[in-house]
């Protein structure tokens, strides 16, 4: 047999493996360059909502919130810059928008937040059964418990250790008292009833209303 070039056959034979090797090889490489996949077929990766303070007391302290469509059931985080604080609070709540919130911001231990309505959350176990809630902080926002609340619409204020909250009944302004340090240690303590009170913050917070703006609402007028 007659071999071109004076190449053996078993030669040829090396040449033409070589040769393909060559090119799967560099089909290989190609491949591996672009992940194996076409890069316009990746999706790109979706962009985080930025969380937003939905309340602020001074410059160091505020409650945040990272909302989605619609804010409701996202959580309201407390944020003590000065004390690297950063706590949950409440799971937000349609009514939450519609209050006023003051919180005296001479203050430095004693915080409230927004009342959670009672049995909206029941089945995921979120705290809310059994009543109006209205969460409170003794340690300057590092820990929040909750206590009974009248009505979940109602005005919060705090000053010193005392929360209230107010109410109208036709054309009569009602506010009822809680002593917080009392009911971090007793058992017994209720709210009790100021007539005729109006509070007045000694130095007032930078918000009256807490707030949170859906997220995809940016543009929208």
């Known amino acids: 047999m007659k071999v071109a070039d004076g190449l053996k056959p078993g030669s040829r034979s090396a040449c033409l493996a070589a040769a393909m090797l060559a090119v799967m090889m560099s089909l290989c490489l190609s491949a591996c360059a672009g992940g194996g996949v076409s ?3 990746v999706p790109p990766p979706k ?4 969380a937003q303070v939905a309340y602020r007391i001074d410059d ?6 990272t909302p989605d ?6 959580m309201l985080y407390f944020v003590d810059t000065a004390k690297g604080i950063h706590s949950e ?4 709540d349609a009514v939450m928008n519609r209050t006023t919130l003051i919180i005296d911001a001479a203050n430095d231990q004693y915080l409230v937040a927004p009342v959670t309505r009672g049995g909206t959350n029941c089945s995921s176990g979120g705290g809310a059964c059994g009543g109006n809630k209205m969460p409170y902080s003794t340690d300057g926002g590092r820990t929040w418990k909750r206590v009974w ?3 979940s619409e109602d005005d919060l204020m705090v000053g010193g250790s005392t ?3 107010s109410y109208r009944f036709g054309e009569v302004l009602y506010t009822d008292a809680i002593d917080l340090v009392a009911l971090s240690t007793q058992q017994d303590v209720d709210w009790k009833s100021l007539r005729g009170f109006i509070f007045q913050p000694r130095i007032a917070p930078v918000d009256t209303k807490v707030r949170c703006k859906a997220s995809g609402t940016e543009d929208k007028p």
């Open 69 to 74: 469509e619609t804010c409701f059931g996202n």
């Open 39 to 41: 890069q316009s077929s």
């Open 60 to 65: 160091h302290r505020y409650f945040e919130i």
């Open 163 to 165: 929360a209230y909250h």
């Open 47 to 50: 962009s985080s909502v930025p």
């Open 149 to 151: 609340s009248s009505g």
């Open 89 to 92: 609070v409440v799971r937000f």
